[in-house]
């Protein structure tokens, strides 16, 4: 059973901090999503990583992927409040034929304060 | 562009009453459309599978049904919610690399 887990569950951080999210996942993989959730919400796709070594950069968020480790990164700079919420990755494994399925870590849940 | 539906956005249900929950999708055709839920506090289960049309894969044995009786409209059901059923209900559909999510539906059974 595919297994994806993130650390930490909770992170407070002081505005201006840097700060990383790791996400480890079980199984052959080279897709690697990163969701961010607010309270009460739905979930909104920050990154999609498609291949080993992949990076991608929004504002003050960076995320990278390595297959070989099964190994995705989250990386924040200078925090803000405004980056205080829930953050997913998700695992994109074969699902019979040719579909495939999302498998969601834990969470980590970001508390950016003054 | 494209755009997934989702309601009722909040469902408050009594224990043994039954559930019926819908999702639609615009703009595109023969998505793969899926179904999570999340409990407090924790991560999402995907619960269903679709392809196609009448075509539904389970993940887990539970008290939920889902089916699809139109190409980009699916649906999650029960015959008698359970306490355990509460959570937020998230429907999903697939397009090459993306997934995107619906705005959900949180279900609470009392």
């Known amino acids: 059973e595919l297994k994806v887990e993130q650390n930490p569950l909770f992170l407070s951080m002081q505005e201006g901090k840097n700060y990383t999210i790791y996400c480890n996942y079980s199984?052959?993989?080279?897709?690697l999503y990163w969701y961010r959730q607010d309270p009460g919400k739905s979930l909104e796709s920050l990154f999609v990583?498609?291949?080993?070594?992949a990076v991608k950069q929004e504002g003050r968020l960076m995320a990278s992927l390595d297959t070989k480790a099964r190994l995705s990164t989250l990386h924040i700079t200078a925090a803000v409040h405004d980056l205080s919420a829930t953050y997913f990755c998700?695992?994109?494994?074969?699902?019979?034929?040719?579909?495939?399925?999302?498998?969601f870590g834990t969470g980590t849940r970001l508390q950016v304060t003054l | 562009s494209q755009t997934i539906h989702q309601w009722p956005a909040t469902l408050v249900q009594p224990v043994g009453s039954p559930l019926s929950l819908e999702c639609t999708v615009e703009?595109?055709?023969?998505?793969?459309l899926y179904w999570y839920r999340q409990a407090a506090g924790r991560g999402l289960q995907l619960l269903f599978y679709?392809?196609?049309?009448?075509?539904i894969s389970s993940e887990v044995p539970q008290n939920l049904s889902a089916s699809r009786p139109q190409d980009r409209q699916f649906i999650l059901s029960s015959k008698k919610l359970l306490l355990s059923d509460s959570g937020f209900y998230l429907c999903?559909?697939?397009?090459?690399?993306?997934?995107?999510f619906g705005q959900g539906t949180r279900l609470t059974v009392v």
């Open positions: 999903a559909w697939r397009r090459d690399t993306e997934a995107f």
């Open positions: 199984t052959t993989s080279d897709r």
């Open positions: 990583l498609l291949s080993n070594g």
């Open positions: 998700a695992v994109d494994t074969p699902y019979g034929g040719t579909a495939s399925k999302l498998t």
């Open positions: 703009g595109t055709s023969n998505p793969n």
């Open positions: 679709s392809v196609g049309i009448g075509q």
